[in-house]
């Protein structure tokens, strides 16, 4: 089998901000995505890190009597420490002060400078200190010339810089965008996308001087440093730019918020256009898609710092440990700002969420099927002719067939919410599949032991297929179920392998004897204090 290259990307995180759950949320969504890929084999590169040359990391580190340095490591590290126990199974972690990235960017920017699209000019607009961001005019009078993030006043700046020459790829941007539906997901921000580049391009500044020497000097330049934008982009690039890498290029999907799109739909994509027609250069393609989600919100509010409502580590701890890190990762998934609406973090929706999906239906199907096998068949999966083509099994076989084409078409669609969905709803066609056929009532009846078999079998080997689709986003509960199931499939999974969903996915795998068991309950039910 020759297995397709599958790179997804996250955005590389500021320094300066401890992790939340706006963070937590893009990368464990890349994580599912990531997992499902390697899950049906393919060749995976997942890629998060850190955006670390931002002026205020000097300020911030300044106030503490840190080297910049010294305080992008130590913030860095809560990055990559969270994400690691948080379950994430990222292939490398970048930051932008690690020299692997920084030669690269300078090789990058000296070919833009030998092409004629960096060049040296003066500008002068209204600048966001916060964000380290230029508004152009007609955005910053919309805002009132206050910072849309922090409210502050935007600045009058100007300055000799160095330019990016966007105004020249207006019309491949348009085209690019016209042309490829799938390349800024969903629609709506594609529309927005190109609603303004419509209204036109300005060159864009790539440098800023005069101040800290913290960040990677333009080629040819002591005055001036690359632009915390320009080098954060480049760093799905610089990551891959090696022998043994370069194949994984070009990226499948950044996978972003809808607040950083400009930088990737239409930055971006231009920078990848001029770098490509360097000679040598042309295995830069442009990226397949850029995939910007939207906000969660916390409580029904905006998260913000002067609110103090962010999710932030604490919470997400506490989290964790109420209810196990799989249910905050199946709730991310499951209920996460991934079309073009913000969704609500709120204690309320997570408890029922848990309470509903985790506890009543998966919880207790497998709990409900592990007692019966306990109790008619001493533990054991029993014996029947697996290839009885009765009705019975035909229910069961038929949902599982319409979950796995439901959950696959999902997962194409960057949608982990309707995988979910699409596993879920085979639990719950178990659940009624036993509604309707009563084994406990049959069992009451020797005679029909055979019958009771049947309907056993089709419930284990259902909720086997869910679960191999719950795997991505509920790996530790699915991992306790397979091996009260006797399924060895985590050994095939360990050390990022697999590749099998298809032949485990296919009906009829569960052997005839495998035990089934009871174990605590996979996912206890929430009572509400
Ligand atoms: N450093 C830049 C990105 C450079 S990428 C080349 C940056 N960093 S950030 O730390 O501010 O992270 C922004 C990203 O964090 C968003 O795009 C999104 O992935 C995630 N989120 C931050 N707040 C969020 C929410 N409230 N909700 C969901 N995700 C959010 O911008």
């Not at 893009?26 to 850190?50: E, K, M, N, Q, W």
């Not at 152009?136 to 700046?157: D, G, H, M, W």
């Not at 002719?385 to 194409?412: F, L």
């Not at 050390?495 to 035990?515: D, I, P, R, V």
Request: some cysteine; charged content about 25%; glycine content about 8%.
């Amino acid at each position: 089998m020759t297995r397709s290259n599958y790179y997804i990307s996250t955005p590389i995180y500021y320094v300066n901000d401890r992790p939340h759950i706006g963070h937590l949320y893009t990368t464990t969504i890349a994580d599912v995505l990531a997992r499902y890929h390697r899950l049906i084999g393919d060749s995976v590169f997942f890629l998060t890190g850190t955006d670390e040359h931002a002026a205020k990391v000097v300020d911030a580190a300044a106030e503490r009597g840190l080297t910049a340095q010294a305080w992008a490591d130590q913030n860095a590290k809560a990055f990559q420490d969270t994400f690691e126990r948080l379950g994430i199974e990222n292939d490398d972690f970048i930051r932008t002060s690690q020299d692997r990235h920084k030669t690269q960017v300078q090789k990058y920017v000296r070919q833009l400078q030998d092409s004629g699209d960096v060049y040296l000019g003066e500008y002068e607009g209204w600048y966001d200190a916060g964000q380290e961001e230029y508004l152009p005019e007609s955005k910053a009078k919309e805002y009132e010339y206050k910072s849309p993030f922090n409210k502050k006043p935007l600045v009058r700046k100007k300055e000799k810089n160095y330019f990016f020459k966007l105004s020249k790829y207006g019309d491949v941007l348009l085209e690019l965008l016209e042309k490829n539906p799938g390349f800024v997901k969903p629609d709506a921000r594609r529309n927005e996308v190109i609603g303004r580049i419509r209204e036109g391009l300005n060159d864009v500044p790539i440098s800023r001087s005069g101040g800290s020497d913290w960040g990677i000097r333009i080629p040819g330049d002591e005055e001036h440093v690359i632009y915390v934008w320009i080098d954060a982009l480049f760093n799905y690039l610089s990551t891959v730019d090696s022998d043994d890498r370069r194949a994984f290029w070009p990226a499948d999907v950044h996978l972003i918020a809808k607040d950083i799109l400009w930088f990737h739909a239409v930055i971006w994509p231009a920078m990848i256009t001029a770098l490509q027609k360097q000679p040598g250069n042309e295995w830069i393609k442009l990226p397949g898609q850029i995939y910007a989600h939207s906000f969660w919100i916390s409580e029904g509010q905006k998260m913000s710092k002067s609110m103090g409502n962010f999710i932030d580590l604490e919470k997400i701890d506490h989290y964790v440990q109420t209810f196990g890190l799989d249910a905050l990762r199946y709730f991310l998934s499951s209920n996460g700002p991934m079309g073009t609406t913000d969704s609500d973090f709120a204690e309320t929706k997570f408890i029922e969420t848990y309470n509903t999906d985790l506890a009543n239906t998966l919880g207790n199907c497998s709990s409900r099927i592990g007692n019966m096998v306990n109790r008619y068949f001493d533990g054991k999966i029993p014996e029947v002719a697996t290839s009885a083509g009765d009705a019975q099994s035909n229910v069961c076989r038929e949902a599982a067939v319409n979950a796995v084409a439901q959950y696959t078409k999902a997962m194409g669609d960057l949608s982990p919410g309707g995988a979910c969905n699409a596993a879920m709803e085979l639990v719950r066609a178990i659940d009624g599949y036993i509604e309707q056929t009563q084994p406990f009532k049959m069992a009451k009846d020797p005679a029909r032991l055979g019958e009771v078999a049947v309907v056993l079998y089709n419930c284990a080997e259902a909720l086997r297929i869910a679960s191999i689709m719950l795997w991505p986003v509920i790996p530790g509960r699915v991992e306790s179920l397979w091996s009260r199931m006797g399924l060895n499939y985590a050994a095939s999974l360990a050390n990022k392998g697999s590749g099998q969903f298809e032949a485990w996915t296919t009906w009829g795998q569960l052997a005839a004897g495998a035990g089934f068991e009871q174990g605590d309950p996979l996912f206890p039910r929430y009572q509400v204090k």
